[in-house]
């Protein structure tokens, strides 16, 4: 194995740290791969060299190929002989690089804290090999490694000031740090590592319990979906058979009422075909009198007529009742009634229906609860801050955009398509989503407290925290609470304070607003269900220096 290790050094490529391909020797002696050393001399700026000896040479060397060592490298590669070893490369944008290699630097593998220099392969042998450099502490090398050294002394800060909670060198613990609690850096580290390996056990412990939690919910999200899907199931088999029984009884409606129609038409037909034969005995004694009356001889005319028979009496009457041409309209009352009453029983359970599938719930644990004291509600707390490309061109952001003001003149913001134009309005960067608290702390005659979704309206009179069916908003007064929504207003009777807490349970479809003093007081609850991610925001109203700041709160 160290002879295949010897050959892979001899007959491999400094430059490329591949073996040889197409090699040529240079003058000095030292061999590359042709593509490799010409293109280290197309880099160089100064007279052509050696990369490995550095020795110069007045005219660049004109390369031929060593056939010889061409073929020796191909014989090599069919005995075994492997790539040099990955790690020896060159150092890359990303890398650190060898603080000792001259020329082209190879990547670095330990940096040393005792001789502050980074080492490659090569170079950190001796620290390896030599036992004054046993003492020495060898890390990953990395290009904040600078940060360890005293800006001041320039020295490696092996200490801990406790009292200024920071990294010393030990000039530093007898000058500016003097009298301070001091220890060694690894103290504080074998210290502070088992609190990190507590708090590691913690989060551990926190991860399996989690876990635990999300396994149960994914179960419960499984019972939940085979329910649903098993009662669609079953609520369509039986609208099915609704519709079918529904469907039958209209077939025997319609077929009573065709039988009927049969043996009215019938009854009809046989009475109109007494009448159209009683018509033609009538026609035909009426010629009868038609000719006899012709007859001019009038002891012919006395001697026929007593022979004509009498009429004979008509067996319907003269008057048929004709009646209006609905003669089925008490059924179509009937059926029309039994549609009234339908409808009146399918309202009446639908209600029931809906209840049922809205009482479907889940028990969460006393965790995913809403919270009850303030305490449990700033566990929730979110930085809120102001989104500059929304704001109204009157308002004016400030306290790292978290609070904003209203000013007499416009301000010099540049056009954008996500700025409010029509109110003094602004919407926060940040998207919510979750469970998530703030407060915000109100200056002025008229501030609107809100959430909204990102695409609302950015102009028009609809535009306006509250008014459309976007944004949920209460309106903050000196002296009373209004919360709108939709355009639609609702009063509310509390204490007014100048701060205003909201509680946003994302999934949960809750949104609470609370006034904020020496306890926190329900202002307003709603319930429903967010379709977006929601954005805080504030309107506010004049006069000038009318003001919102969103708190930091601990």
Request: hydrophobic residues 30%.
């Amino acid at each position: 194995m160290a002879t295949n290790d010897l050959d892979q050094k001899i007959f491999s490529c400094s430059i490329c740290l591949d073996l040889l391909k197409d090699p040529a020797t240079i003058p000095c002696g030292h061999s590359y791969c042709m593509k490799c050393i010409q293109g280290f001399w197309d880099e160089e700026e100064k007279i052509p060299s050696c990369p490995q000896c550095s020795k110069t040479f007045t005219t660049r060397p004109v390369l031929e190929k060593s056939t010889m060592l061409e073929a020796l490298v191909e014989h090599l590669k069919k005995t075994g002989l492997q790539a040099a070893p990955a790690d020896h490369c060159y150092a890359g944008p990303e890398d650190v690089s060898c603080d000792f290699c001259s020329g082209r630097k190879l990547k670095a593998l330990k940096y040393c804290l005792i001789c502050l220099v980074s080492y490659c392969e090569k170079h950190l042998q001796p620290h390896l090999d030599e036992a004054v450099f046993k003492k020495h502490k060898l890390v990953e090398p990395s290009k904040n490694l600078q940060e360890n050294i005293c800006s001041i002394h320039d020295e490696v800060m092996k200490m801990f000031c406790r009292t200024d909670q920071k990294c010393i060198c030990y000039l530093c613990s007898v000058d500016e740090h003097r009298g301070h609690d001091t220890v060694s850096a690894a103290a504080e580290r074998t210290e502070r590592q088992r609190d990190l390996e507590e708090s590691q056990q913690q989060i551990q412990q926190r991860i399996q319990d989690r876990e635990k939690e999300v396994k149960l919910l994914q179960q419960e999200v499984e019972a939940i979906n085979h329910s649903a899907d098993q009662t669609v199931k079953d609520s369509e088999k039986i609208f099915t058979q609704m519709i079918h029984l529904i469907q039958k009884r209209s077939c025997d409606v319609k077929q009573q009422i065709r039988s009927q129609q049969q043996t009215e038409v019938s009854r009809v037909k046989y009475v109109q075909e007494e009448l159209e034969q009683e018509i033609t005995e009538l026609k035909s004694k009426d010629a009868e009198l038609k000719q006899l009356s012709l007859t001019e001889d009038h002891s012919q005319f006395l001697l026929n007529y007593p022979s004509l028979p009498p009429l004979s009496e008509s067996t319907h009457s003269s008057s048929i009742n004709v009646r209006p041409l609905r003669y089925f309209e008490d059924v179509t009352a009937a059926v029309s009634e039994l549609t009234d009453k339908l409808q009146d029983i399918l309202t009446a359970e639908w209600t029931n229906i809906l209840q049922a599938v809205t009482h479907v719930d889940l028990l969460l644990p006393e965790a995913d609860q809403e919270p009850k004291s303030r305490a449990d509600f700033l566990r929730y707390s979110c930085q809120i801050t102001l989104d500059p490309n929304t704001a109204h061109r009157q308002l004016l952001l400030s306290e790292e955009d978290r609070k904003v003001t209203v000013m007499e003149k416009l301000q010099s913001n540049s056009d954008h398509p996500d700025r409010l134009t029509k109110y003094l309005q602004v919407l926060s960067r940040e998207s919510l989503t979750g469970r998530c608290y703030w407060e915000v702390e109100l200056k002025g005659k008229y501030v609107d407290v809100a959430v909204a979704y990102k695409n609302i309206s950015r102009s028009g009179d609809e535009s306006g925290f509250g008014l459309n069916d976007k944004s949920w908003a209460l309106i903050c007064y000196p002296d009373r609470f209004f919360f709108v929504h939709k355009n639609i207003k609702t009063s509310i009777s509390a204490p007014v304070s100048s701060r205003v807490g909201v509680y946003l349970d994302h999934r949960a479809g809750v949104l609470s607003f609370y006034s904020i003093s020496e306890s926190m007081t329900l202002l307003h609850r709603v319930q429903t269900t967010f379709t977006q991610n929601l954005h805080a925001g504030v309107r506010l109203g004049y006069p000038v220096g009318t003001s919102a700041e969103f708190c930091k709160l601990k």
